[in-house]
Structures are given as structure tokens and as C-alpha cells.
């Protein structure tokens, strides 16, 4: 009886993170003031925080930290927003996904 009972537990403790993960979606983070000249867009795809970003010049310094301070997954750049200079920069967010 004592073996049921703890096996009854363990398993409503392992499916009640899966029950609460099936409900909402995490709220968005807000896009950060520095970004927004960047006409940054977050959304969630398949799970992962996306980044879309078209601007006419190369990101700033401050707009990659920026980025990188939200953990994005996927990003995707249109525009002149990643240059030379912002590879390194990607490469170190170790993205699943870029869109150019």
C-alpha cells in the first residue's frame, strides 16, 4: 500500500510541470527602448523566442546587448541590421535559427 501511495505522488508530481506548461504561454518580455528604432518584433516560434529586426544601418553596440540580454533563439535581420561586425556577436548567442 505504501509502495501505491508514493508511486501516486511521484506521478502527480512529474505531470503537474506538464500540465502547467500546456496552459498558457509565457508572457512576451517587452521590447527593450533601444531596440525600437530597430523595429524589433518578438513572438514565440515553436517554443523559442524569436527576434525579427529591419533597420537601414548596422546594429549598434548597445542594440546587440540589448538582444543578447533576451536570450533569443531565433532571429532574423532585414534591412542593414547585421553586418560584418554583428556575426561575432550572433555566433556567440549560439541561435537555432537566422533569418537574413
Known amino acids: 500500500m505504501k509502495v501505491a501511495s508514493i508511486l501516486s505522488v511521484l506521478a502527480l508530481v512529474a505531470i503537474s510541470p506538464l500540465s502547467s506548461a500546456q496552459g498558457k504561454p509565457a508572457p512576451l518580455p517587452e521590447i527593450p527602448e533601444v531596440l525600437k528604432e530597430a523595429k524589433a518584433v518578438l513572438s514565440l516560434l515553436k517554443g523559442e523566442l524569436s527576434i525579427a529586426v529591419t533597420s537601414t544601418q548596422p546594429l549598434t553596440a548597445t542594440q546587440w546587448e540589448a538582444i543578447a540580454a533576451l536570450h533569443p533563439r531565433r532571429l532574423s535581420f ?8 554583428g556575426m561575432d556577436r550572433l555566433v ?3 541561435p537555432t535559427y537566422v533569418g537574413i
Open 78 to 85: 532585414a534591412g542593414k541590421a547585421l553586418d560584418d561586425a
Open 92 to 94: 556567440a548567442m549560439n
